[in-house]
T-cell receptor
Framework: GAVVSQHPSRVICKSGTSVKIECRSLDFQATTMFWYRQFPKQSLMLMATSNEGSKATYEQGVEKDKFLINHASLTLSTLTVTSAHPEDSSFYIC?????????FGQGTRLTVV | SQKIEQNSEALNIQEGKTATLTCNYTNYSPAYLQWYRQDPGRGPVFLLLIRENEKEKRKERLKVTFDTTLKQSLFHITASQPADSATYLCALESKGNNDMRFGAGTRLTVKP
């Protein structure tokens, strides 16, 4: 199946700094990618839909100025957590669809200290 | 409001038995429903997709049923093995939408 690569897999940052997470579709082009957040023992919550060449669509309650999404090419979307706080600590996962099947990245464990 | 509910947070079964997981949804018109497996600290991995006009889908030891009247999908793993232990997530994609919504997942443990 198709491969989606997410980087980094783990990151620890200081409160107030920004962190960038990359999501790449390695062997297919993805006009749309999705960003999810997952808390322990909870489901994946869709944060935003990233559209190549246009602005991302954010879910209700997700601050677009805090979670900056850039989808500059058909194979790369980035999520930047700006001015991170400890409550932003979570598992972030991206996905890209090829046809009806979605492929997920490995996830990024963000810890803000 | 829209809901996707998976019947139990955790399910423990003995090796060799059939595991049955349930996914119920409310206020969705799904184009199709998918099941994923997620291991700790990893992203979900696609298992099976079933469309709204399909009743049943099989893949090796996996079987999925889809009842749009009951608004329910059942996911079966036959002849379960300890390696099947993981969290299983159901996900819906609604008609006219291209984003997926997930249930909370059921953590399956298969004991030898």
């Amino acid at each position: 199946g198709a491969v989606v690569s997410q980087h980094p897999s783990r990151v620890i940052c200081k409160s107030g700094t920004s962190v960038k997470i990359e999501c790449r579709s390695l062997d297919f082009q993805a006009t749309t990618m999705f960003w999810y957040r997952q808390f322990p023992k909870q489901s994946l919550m869709l944060m935003a839909t990233s559209n190549e060449g246009s602005k991302a669509t954010y879910e209700q309650g997700v601050e677009k100025d805090k979670f900056l999404i850039n989808h500059a090419s058909l194979t790369l979307s980035t999520l930047t957590v700006t001015s991170a706080h400890p409550e932003d600590s979570s598992f972030y996962i991206c996905s890209a669809a090829q046809g009806t099947e979605a492929f997920f990245g490995q996830g990024t464990r963000l810890t803000v200290v | 409001s829209q809901k996707i509910e998976q019947n139990s947070e955790a399910l423990n079964i003995q090796e060799g038995k059939t595991a049955t997981l349930t996914c119920n949804y409310t206020n969705y018109s799904p184009a199709y429903l998918q099941w994923y497996r997620q291991d700790p600290g990893r992203g979900p991995v696609f298992l099976l997709l079933i469309r709204e006009n399909e009743k049943e889908k099989r893949k090796e030891r996996l079987k999925v049923t889809f009842d749009t009247t009951l608004k329910q999908s059942l996911f079966h793993i036959t002849a379960s093995q300890p390696a099947d232990s993981a969290t299983y997530l159901c996900a819906l994609e609604s008609k006219g939408n291209n984003d997926m919504r997930f249930g909370a997942g059921t953590r399956l443990t298969v004991k030898p």
